[in-house]
């Protein structure tokens, strides 16, 4: 039986000096990366967060979207990602965090 769908949900807001950090974490999962997604949901940063994600995006393999949260808060970009999820099992990261290579194997 293959592995379920995972979405993975960051909420964000001027996070230019962890987001990249958190997104490597995602990027090293031994989880297969065919079965999750990446939705960073910007609070409408006034720093470079949304300019690092993009590039990253534009860089990586991993199937990551970035998506604008104009109401800025962390509930409300919680439901703009939930709306775009695909994924059978959500997991919510906050940009800020690192998480190990096992994180979303070991959720699921």
């Not at 995972?6 to 490597?24: A, F, H, K, Q």
């Not at 990446?38 to 690092?52: N, P």
């Not at 393999?61 to 962390?74: A, C, V």
């Not at 439901?79 to 059978?88: I, P």
Request: charged content about 25%; glycine content about 6%.
């Amino acid at each position: 039986m293959a592995e379920p769908f995972v979405t993975v949900l960051i909420p964000v807001r001027n996070e230019e000096r962890y987001i990249e950090r958190c997104l490597y974490g995602l990027a090293a999962q031994d989880y297969p990366h065919t079965r999750f997604e990446v939705l960073v949901i910007d609070g409408r940063s006034t720093d470079a967060t949304r300019e690092i994600v993009a590039r990253f995006a534009a860089e990586s393999t991993m199937d990551l979207r970035l998506l604008d949260n104009p109401r800025q808060k962390t509930a409300a970009g919680l439901n703009v990602g939930l709306a775009a999820a695909r994924g059978e099992v959500i997991v919510r990261v906050d940009g800020h965090a690192s998480v190990a290579a096992d994180f979303l194997r070991r959720g699921v």
